[in-house]
């Protein structure tokens, strides 16, 4: 039996089988890991760069290295993601900007850069969403799966990258990687007017390269928020790139930001410097991170 070596990325990992894009050109070869990995409580991951020996007659091998990751996710499992595109649906679904907030602060905790997507602009313009976030320093684009606008502006802010799409089911994912990806293909659920939530309609975390461009996106199932409990609240500050410009004019060196007489982050609050939204996503967060350490 002919071996030979080579070096790709996961693209999906279903049953304990792995298949992988080989660097050299993206052919897919099926493998599963070696038992060594289970032995020292390594579990491969979608995004995740290795090297595999292949069986040249079957197209088929093992996992021999995973190479080291620029970052890795628990929920979903992927790993050296470098982007991540957070969508939310100006109406039907309405927006839930707690959620959309949390995304942010843990993906940049994480060091993954976020893109904000308002979706479904055919129905409203989503301007003040778009002020927001823009305003508070992120890449920030309207568009809208249905018509097709600004589909394209996003798919040239994702070449280069390995991003992960999220957001709450019924706000558009599949619908818009059907729009930016030709093989796609994906499965896309209608929103119940009851209760305006879509059926969770991917099953399983998969990387899709991109047309005619170098890069991958991720879909995964039912993805809608991490954790922000690991993060100190000492730190979240840090995650709200817009407190910047105020935070050293504060008058109390271990300021909160939340209640505290003579903080420039209150100040610039009132002042309309920063959107009431994300300063109380930001009081809800550092409150949630203190409850959890009670614990």
Do not use: W
Not at 37 to 56: A, H, M, N, Q, W
Not at 247 to 261: L, N, Q
């Amino acid at each position: 039996m002919a071996t030979i070596e080579i070096e790709g990325r996961i693209t999906k990992g279903v049953g304990g089988f792995y298949y992988i894009a080989s660097s050299d050109g993206g052919k897919i070869y099926e493998c599963r890991a070696r038992g060594r990995f289970r032995k020292e409580g390594i579990t491969p991951l979608v995004g995740d760069v290795v090297r595999c020996g292949i069986d040249s007659a079957s197209n088929t091998g093992l996992i021999s290295e995973i190479l080291p990751r620029t970052n890795s996710l628990i929920r979903p499992p992927v790993a050296n993601v470098s982007r991540i595109a957070i969508v939310f649906s100006v109406i039907n679904p309405k927006p839930n900007l707690f959620t959309v907030d949390k995304l942010v602060t843990s993906a940049m905790y994480a060091g993954i850069k976020p893109i904000i997507c308002i979706n479904k602009t055919d129905l409203s313009s989503g301007g003040e969403y778009y002020d927001i976030y823009s305003g508070a320093g992120f890449d920030t684009i309207c568009l809208s799966a249905e018509t097709g606008e600004n589909v394209d502006k996003l798919n040239e802010m994702l070449i280069g990258e390995l991003t992960v799409f999220a957001g709450n089911s019924g706000v558009g994912k599949s619908s818009i990687l059907n729009r930016i990806l030709s093989r796609a293909e994906l499965k896309t659920g209608e929103v119940s007017d009851r209760v305006e939530r879509g059926r969770h309609t991917t099953r399983h975390s998969e990387l899709m390269p991109l047309d005619g461009g170098d890069g991958y996106i991720i879909d995964t199932p039912g993805f809608s928020s991490f954790s922000v409990t690991d993060i100190d609240e000492k730190e979240l500050c840090a995650l709200f790139p817009e407190f910047a410009p105020y935070t050293d004019d504060c008058g109390f060196r271990d300021c909160s930001h939340t209640v505290e007489k003579d903080c420039a982050v209150l100040k610039a609050l009132k002042n309309g410097k920063i959107s009431n939204s994300r300063h109380e996503s930001y009081k809800a967060q550092y409150k949630e991170i203190l409850e959890n350490k009670q614990y």
